[in-house]
């Protein structure tokens, strides 16, 4: 009988990654995103223009939002092309899987379920596989699973217990593929042999014994395994789903503005038509041999002649305005990934972009959540301390200091009972020894030193960096962990340079840590025959766990004492086993571990049932040091006005003495504590107190320290008032939260709507409110790169986070604000134009500008000068900006984008636009003779006056609005106004335009050109006294340090 895999409701296997993209579904996608922006308003008037009126050429009015949509579909379709290739090259690599006894190498899109895959080092793992058979020994194998989850430690991957590898006989039974990456149940279902008569006991199958697609095995194994889930059901695409688009505040204001200019478009159309058929109906005569009047009551009548003039004044909203700011988010995200100050060397990172939508969201952050281990702190443990049989003592080199004694004393000459727990230590953990590949001459340094610098804790091969520290300890005091071969633990005890001999350990069992038991355990058997039970964790878990004779008070206080020093600690305790006592469990365990639907609870009852009536042997602690700069980037984002939340899973003492130590907390703060709170009525006077208290004594900072117990009861029942208190203090620290608590209060802050939030951490259990917050900011850290590849932002360590923040927020918000304003501006000048002339053309909705003048207005005219500014615009030099961070309170909130600000650009180009017309409109009024032959202006020749001084009025306005000003700058100035002059030339050497000769004669025209100098100067003249005086009176003076850079 051939391999198998059976599971319920297992959906087919399918041979691709993604759906095929062809070309016919681009145009129905772009323009749902085009609706989806609001650009889709303008689509029926540019349709409808073809059929009701020739007011402008449809080619003309439909080409400013065809070129968007076709930009922004390229880019679209780019993505996807190389998404599709890097698909194919995924589901076209080569395997070798064996089939009828034999290997094959076939596509990987083509394995299927019962499939036996060969996989070595030199690819990634290409499904999820059982392991069946390794060539390394003690059945297993070493993987990296940072494709999974960013951790680079190396994790071990067993062969089920109990199996005997057979090429052809067996049932693979499991559950349902799931997201859960730390998760997998099943059993292996063998047939009777010949001569038996019951059917072989089941061997139970978790996540220990699963090759997850895409890590990879490390080392020089050559491993077999059975392909349980492929293609789409595979763990690693069931967690590469489409979690949803963030937008940027930004567009709140970009579709009020859209809007108002939408509305003021509506009144300027009304009120013409208004006074259109009021003319049309007393004024214009009715003339018999023109025929009958038109009747201007018929409905299709009124609709042509009012869209008629809709049609015209289109060019009022900027539809080319969002391919702008694709393209300046695309140079946004470009300058951060190039930012040498958001490198890291060590690790080779740069700053990471995911989400360049949000790039101008970077300069208006209110709150910041942070984790804290790992992310405030290095997460690189260090094992300093420890308290056991009533004295505490400290790690130094190779010796335990006793500071109430002022003693130091090798561990051999320690007393029973604290041999007893560096004993436990060493055997109580899940750490694997990695194979040596090359052997160290040991002549220059003693057996001793080299087993612990070289041979051991270099191989080290730790889940936890906690373990790790707890055995790198151990092994310079003397107590070596040299690895396990078939489950028998090797311990080697070497003492001040002289070999005390080995210890052996059977490993019977290991109970696995999870973040609700809090604790791991394992069953040993000593080389007496001995079974021992070994259990560390958190101390809420342990001591309760504890007889009552032992010393847990003693302990609690000294763990009390190692939080407020900002360690990390765990208690350990153990208990000895009968035969009996572990025959009741294995089997209760064996019957958990067999069945597929609720098997943790099962598994963890049986883990429940036997940790009880521990021996409490003593407690670590840990130093996890703070990240570089952390006080500094803290103090710096503080001053930038950000409120700073940690969110952390740890004990109130130790996040208490970290949140000091890194100037979260201010020494001068009155920090308030609501732990273990559950009561309503408690909870509501607790809070009134803590309002009052802020109210009356508002100079001092306020400080809330909160435990989960008390956030649980808070966000169930005091939902509004807990939030609003929280946002009165100054810094606010979460302990003991879980990740889901964490995403729960982000989102309690976000749903208020008032406050622009951002979420940092480095873990994956920090990736729910990292994608629940606004902003989502990952570290790449000790603990994986999960964190950084959910994020919309990620760098290499918090101390970047301040340059992020206040240079490169500060600068897309800056940047994107004037883009948008700039564009309603010079909307409103060309547009204005038209209205104005409707006074004098019989409202007829003819445009005044050749089509050819709006056809290149937006993309070459005046586009380029003011959009390079957009991308490189400084108001204050960088280091400015890191030397003050209060400067980052000018722009938080969208100050630069308000409807006081917005009005001002709007009547600054109605000004203008009076400016430009009625100085043409006096030029030709009198006497229109102004060409040097004696011939008179005509229609083409008033509306290159007007088109010429908008772009020559426009691009120097650029120069008037800029704060800082380079030669390319002032080049691209320069070739607009350039590109205009010579498009209109040639345009008028075709004897078919309607500009044929026009321009010809307008450049030698004396009139002409003093019309362009002196409309110019009146139309920016306004804008230069205000600039002066704004600069001189109306800002607020700088430090001296700021008009120094």
């Known amino acids: 009988m051939d391999w198998k ?36 308003l303008l689509l029926p008037a540019d349709h409808d223009c073809i059929i009701f009126h020739d007011t402008i050429s449809p080619l003309t009015s439909l080409l400013p939002l065809l070129f968007v949509m076709i930009v922004t579909a390229l880019k679209e379709g780019l993505e996807d092309y190389s998404r599709s290739k890097n698909d194919k090259i995924v589901n076209t690599t080569k395997v070798t899987v064996i089939r009828n006894g034999r290997e094959q190498r076939i596509a990987s899109e083509f394995i299927v379920p019962g499939d036996l895959v060969v996989a070595t080092s030199a690819s990634d793992v290409p499904c999820d596989m059982l392991l069946l058979q390794s060539s390394g020994s003690e059945n297993m194998c070493f993987v990296n699973t940072a494709n999974l989850d960013g951790e680079t430690n190396l994790k071990p991957i067993f062969v089920p217990a109990n199996y005997a590898y057979d090429l052809h006989l067996g049932c693979i039974v499991c559950e349902p593929s799931t997201p859960d990456l730390y998760a997998f149940n099943g059993r292996i279902e063998l047939p009777l042999t010949d001569g038996a008569e019951v059917n072989p006991e089941p061997i139970a199958l978790g996540i220990e014994n699963l090759l997850l697609r895409g890590v990879r095995i490390r080392g020089p194994e ?20 489409y979690t949803g688009n963030k937008s940027a505040s930004s567009e709140k204001y970009i579709n009020k503005f859209i809007i108002a200019l939408i509305v003021g478009m509506i009144v300027v159309v009304f009120i013409l038509y208004l006074i259109e058929r009021q003319k049309e109906a007393n004024v214009y005569p009715a003339i018999h041999y023109l025929g009958p009047p038109p009747d201007y009551n018929a409905i299709l009548q009124i609709f042509e002649d009012f869209l008629s003039l809709l049609i015209l004044f289109n060019y009022m909203v ?46 208006q952050i209110n709150i910041l959540f942070s984790d804290k281990t790992g992310t405030l702190t290095k997460n690189q443990m260090i094992f300093l301390k420890c308290y056991v049989g009533g004295h505490n003592y400290h790690l130094q080199n190779t010796q335990l200091y006793s500071p109430d004694t002022d003693e130091s004393h090798e561990l051999d000459t320690m ?24 052997e160290k001459s040991a002549e220059a340094q003693s057996e001793h030193d080299n087993l612990i610098t070289t041979d051991i804790i270099d191989r080290y091969q730790a889940s936890s960096p906690d373990e790790k520290a707890i055995l790198e300890g151990c092994a310079r005091l003397g107590l070596i962990f040299k690895g396990t071969d078939n489950n028998t633990m090797h311990l080697s005890r070497s003492f001040g340079g002289h070999i005390a001999g080995d210890l052996q350990y059977e490993r019977l069992h290991v109970l696995e840590f999870s973040s609700e038991r809090k604790r791991m355990s394992v069953i040993v058997r000593d080389e007496s025959g001995q079974i021992w039970l070994y259990s560390k964790g958190a101390e809420a878990s342990i001591l309760p766990r504890c007889k009552e004779t032992s010393p847990t008070a003693q302990t609690d206080v000294q763990i009390t004492e190692y939080a407020k020093e900002g360690l990390r600690t765990l208690a350990v305790a153990s208990r000895t086993l009968t035969e009996e006592e572990y025959a009741t469990f294995l089997a209760s365990c064996k019957n958990a571990n067999i069945q597929l639907s609720n098997r943790k609870e099962l598994i963890e009852e049986c883990y429940e049932s036997i940790e009880v009536e521990l021996d409490l042997l003593g407690a670590t602690a840990l130093e996890d040091a703070l990240q570089d700069d952390v006080d500094k980037t803290l103090i710096a984002l503080q001053e930038a006005g950000l409120k700073i939340w940690i969110l952390t899973g740890d004990k109130v003492e130790t996040a208490l003495s970290i949140g000091m130590a890194c100037k979260h907390i201010p020494q001068v703060a009155e920090v308030h504590f609501l732990i273990n709170i559950t009561e309503p009525v408690e909870l509501q006077k607790r809070l009134n107190q803590l309002e009052l208290g802020i109210a009356s004594n508002a100079s001092t900072p306020t400080c809330l320290v909160i435990d989960g117990i008390t956030v649980s009861a808070l966000l169930s029942q005091l939902l509004d008032q807990f939030a609003e208190v929280a946002l009165n203090c100054k810094a606010v620290l979460c302990c003991r939260l ?11 802050i976000k749903k208020s709507g008032k406050h622009i939030t951002a979420a940092i951490g480095d873990g994956a259990n920090d990736v729910s409110m990292i994608q629940e917050a606004h902003i989502g900011i990952g570290i790449s850290g000790v603990e994986g790169k999960q964190a950084a590849r959910s994020a919309d932002y990620s760098i290499a360590k918090f101390s970047m986070l301040q340059r992020l923040l206040l240079v490169h927020g500060h600068y897309n918000t800056e940047r994107l604000a004037f883009m948008v304003l700039f564009y309603c501006y010079k909307n409103i000048i ?9 006074v004098y053309d019989l409202y007829s909705a003819t445009s005044v500008y050749n089509e050819l003048y709006l056809w290149l207005f937006d993309i070459i005219y005046i586009s380029f000068s003011f959009t ?54 006096a030029v030709l009024n009198d006497n229109n003779v102004v060409f040097n032959e004696g011939q008179t202006a ?3 020749t008033f509306g290159t006056m007007l088109i010429m001084v908008l772009v020559i009025v426009g691009n120097l306005k650029v120069l008037l609005v800029s704060h800082y000003m380079s030669y390319l700058n002032f080049a691209f100035i320069i070739a607009s106004i350039f590109a205009f002059m010579l498009s209109t030339y040639l345009y008028n050497l075709d004897s078919s335009s309607t500009l044929y000769h026009v321009y010809n004669m307008f450049l030698s025209s004396l009139p002409m050109w003093l019309y362009i100098i002196i409309c110019t100067v009146a139309c920016l003249l306004p804008d230069f006294v205000m600039k002066a005086v704004n600069d001189m009176f109306l800002d607020p003076p700088e430090p001296k340090e700021i008009s120094k850079s």
């Open 5 to 40: 895999c059976r599971s319920a409701k297992e959906p087919a296997a399918q041979p691709g990654d993604n759906d095929q993209v062809h070309l016919a579904d681009l145009y129905p996608i772009e323009l749902l995103r085009t609706v989806s922006t609001g650009r889709i």
């Open 222 to 241: 050559r491993v077999v395994g059975c392909a349980i889930y492929t293609g789409m059901s595979t763990k690693l695409q069931l967690n590469s789903r």
């Open 318 to 363: 900027p539809i080319s305005m969002y391919m702008n700011i694709e393209l300046y988010r695309v140079f946004g995200a470009l300058f951060m990934r190039s930012d040498l100050s958001l490198y890291d060397e060590e690790t080779d990172q740069p700053c990471g972009v995911n989400a360049s939508n949000l790039n101008e969201d970077l300069g």
């Open 415 to 438: 007393d029973a009972e604290v041999m007893n727990f560096f004993e436990a230590l060493s055997v109580c953990h899940t750490v694997e020894v990695m194979a040596s590949c090359d």
């Open 738 to 748: 879980s990740p889901l608590q964490k995403s729960e209060i982000v989102m309690l």
């Open 830 to 838: 060309i547009t204005g134009c038209m209205a104005l002339f409707q």
């Open 868 to 921: 390079y500014l957009a991308m490189s615009d400084k108001h204050y030099s960088e280091n400015t900006l890191l030397r003050f961070p209060t400067l980052y309170k000018a722009i938080s909130h969208n100050k630069l984008s308000s409807w006081k600000t917005f009005t001002i650009w709007i009547l600054n180009g109605v000004v203008q636009t009076f400016i430009i017309f009625y100085f043409a409109f």
């Open 938 to 940: 005509d229609f083409s």
